[in-house]
């Protein structure tokens, strides 16, 4: 079992910065990957972004040059930093892990979850 907690999530105004941290504890392995979705009320669970244990990233179109992903295999954490955010990047954010070193942009394809932290862009 691996579990997942993020932190960091909360309100700020367009334009502003956040950063998201997924905290991995349990029967963890540096060669997850580990991937960071968002669902805003009504809409689908949506891929944000993912990293590799060698570090290998994908984005999703919409947050690319805006957002990046980070990890520290000795820490077991994955942070995501997230600048120029747009009313549009409201929504709860959770981390993912599947246990393979290849990056999957869909949700069937990871197996541990977090419970989220709300992320709210002000306009």
């Known amino acids: 079992q691996v579990q997942l907690v993020e932190s960091g999530g909360g309100l700020v105004q367009v334009g502003g910065s956040l950063r998201l941290s997924c905290a991995a504890s349990?029967?963890?392995?540096?060669?997850?990957?580990v991937g960071w979705f968002r669902q805003a009320p009504g809409k689908e669970r949506e891929f944000v972004a993912a990293?590799?244990?060698?570090?290998?990233?994908s984005y999703g179109d919409s947050v690319k040059g805006r957002f990046t992903i980070s990890r520290d295999n000795i820490k077991n954490t994955v942070d995501l930093q997230m600048n120029g955010l747009k009313p549009e990047d409201t929504a709860a954010y959770y981390c993912a892990a599947r246990e393979s070193s290849s990056i999957r942009t869909h949700t069937d394809y990871y197996y541990y979850w977090g419970q989220g932290t709300q992320v709210t862009v002000s306009s």
């Open positions: 990293i590799t244990w060698t570090g290998m990233l």
């Open positions: 349990g029967r963890t392995s540096s060669t997850y990957t």
